[in-house]
């Protein structure tokens, strides 16, 4: 089974700007929680046990987040604060780990996973963008599903959704001879990254959720700069289509792209509604606001 995900976080957020100046776009709150908090649950949930972030010196928040803080736990401890206590010490479950590892240069989302190449070893793993929120009502997420998948097919997944035509160009977009339904994989013919609008080979874009085979790491390390002069994981997969089965994997979730302020503002919305104790209150507000 697959333990191991790499979550890159080393990117400077200027989508993001200005509140990215300071603290990491991952660290911007969504509701109660950092952003990066609900990939990693996300992961967690599908069986990860050892989480690999590839970081930058900026961001050093993102590891205390994760870290204990003996200091704040013996305040809360000493005030009988116990209710806050379990909040900060529950983050993640004890059996998970968070390692991280620094991207000393900014190439591209390739050369980012390939930067955890000596955590990862021969074992295949899961890529998850933390820019990109995924909302699973299902007790099953997405990412479990593709990882059951690989298991049992050794078939590279790869998390597709639709978008809408004149979006193409911001993501990577494959090419499946028919679309797959919700929840299910098809094999793919070929992947590329941000094509021009009217030449993509289909509307299925890529959303940041990948499970690969430590081979793909011996590609990174052959894959030129690509689009936007970065090492692009696109290109290596589409290295690794033509020796290996790779499946698009089209998901049943909702996504919100909290790299943009509105997909930000729609995450809040949407988790703010469905938190177990704000959630009625939250509904009150937006009812009280609604234009
Ligand atoms: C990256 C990937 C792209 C994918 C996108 C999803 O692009 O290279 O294939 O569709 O994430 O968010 P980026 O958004 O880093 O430019």
């Given at each position: 089974m697959i333990k191991k995900a790499i979550l890159?976080?080393?990117?400077?957020?200027?989508?993001?700007?200005?509140?990215?100046?300071?603290?990491?776009?991952?660290?911007?709150?969504?509701?109660?929680?950092?952003?990066?908090?609900?990939?990693?649950?996300e992961a967690v949930a599908a069986g990860i046990e050892q989480i690999i972030?590839?970081?930058?010196?900026?961001?050093?928040?993102?590891?205390?987040?994760?870290?204990?803080?003996?200091?704040?736990?013996?305040?809360?401890?000493?005030?009988?604060?116990?209710?806050?206590?379990?909040?900060?010490?529950?983050?993640?479950?004890?059996?998970v780990?968070?390692?991280?590892?620094?991207?000393?240069?900014?190439?591209?989302?390739?050369?980012?996973v390939?930067?955890a190449?000596?955590i990862v070893g021969d074992a295949p793993f899961a890529v998850l963008?933390?820019?990109?929120?995924?909302?699973?009502?299902?007790?099953e997420n997405d990412i479990s599903l593709m990882i059951k998948r690989f298991s049992a097919s050794q078939a590279s997944q790869i998390m597709?959704?639709?978008?809408?035509?004149?979006?193409?160009?911001?993501?990577?977009?494959?090419?499946?001879?028919?679309?797959?339904?919700?929840?299910?994989?098809?094999?793919?013919?070929?992947?590329?990254?941000?094509?021009?609008?009217?030449?993509?080979?289909?509307?299925?874009?890529?959303?940041?959720r990948y499970v690969l085979p430590a081979k793909i790491?011996?590609?990174?390390?052959?894959?030129?700069?690509?689009?936007?002069?970065?090492?692009?994981?696109?290109?290596?997969?589409?290295?690794?289509?033509?020796?290996?089965?790779?499946?698009?994997y089209?998901?049943?979730?909702?996504?919100?792209?909290?790299?943009?302020?509105?997909?930000?503002?729609?995450?809040?919305?949407?988790?703010?509604?469905?938190?177990?104790?704000?959630?009625?209150?939250?509904?009150?507000?937006?009812?009280?606001?609604?234009?």
């Amino acid at each position: 089974m697959i333990k191991k995900a790499i979550l890159p976080v080393a990117g400077l957020g200027t989508r993001f700007l200005p509140a990215s100046k300071s603290i990491p776009k991952e660290m911007v709150t969504v509701v109660d929680r950092p952003a990066i908090e609900y990939v990693v649950k996300e992961a967690v949930a599908a069986g990860i046990e050892q989480i690999i972030l590839v970081t930058h010196s900026s961001k050093a928040s993102i590891e205390n987040y994760f870290d204990r803080n003996f200091e704040l736990e013996t305040t809360l401890e000493n005030k009988k604060k116990y209710d806050l206590l379990k909040l900060i010490t529950e983050i993640v479950p004890a059996h998970v780990s968070i390692v991280s590892v620094r991207q000393p240069q900014p190439l591209g989302l390739g050369h980012a996973v390939l930067c955890a190449k000596d955590i990862v070893g021969d074992a295949p793993f899961a890529v998850l963008l933390p820019d990109v929120l995924v909302k699973d009502s299902d007790p099953e997420n997405d990412i479990s599903l593709m990882i059951k998948r690989f298991s049992a097919s050794q078939a590279s997944q790869i998390m597709v959704e639709a978008v809408p035509d004149h979006l193409v160009d911001q993501y990577g977009i494959v090419d499946v001879a028919s679309s797959p339904a919700e929840g299910q994989s098809v094999v793919m013919q070929g992947i590329v990254e941000k094509p021009a609008v009217g030449t993509a080979p289909s509307n299925l874009s890529v959303v940041g959720r990948y499970v690969l085979p430590a081979k793909i790491m011996q590609l990174l390390e052959q894959t030129p700069k690509g689009a936007g002069n970065e090492i692009q994981l696109t290109d290596a997969i589409a290295a690794l289509q033509t020796t290996d089965t790779v499946e698009a994997y089209r998901m049943k979730g909702q996504t919100f792209d909290c790299g943009s302020k509105l997909g930000y503002l729609k995450a809040v919305l949407h988790y703010g509604v469905a938190h177990p104790h704000l959630g009625e209150d939250f509904k009150a507000l937006i009812k009280e606001l609604a234009l």
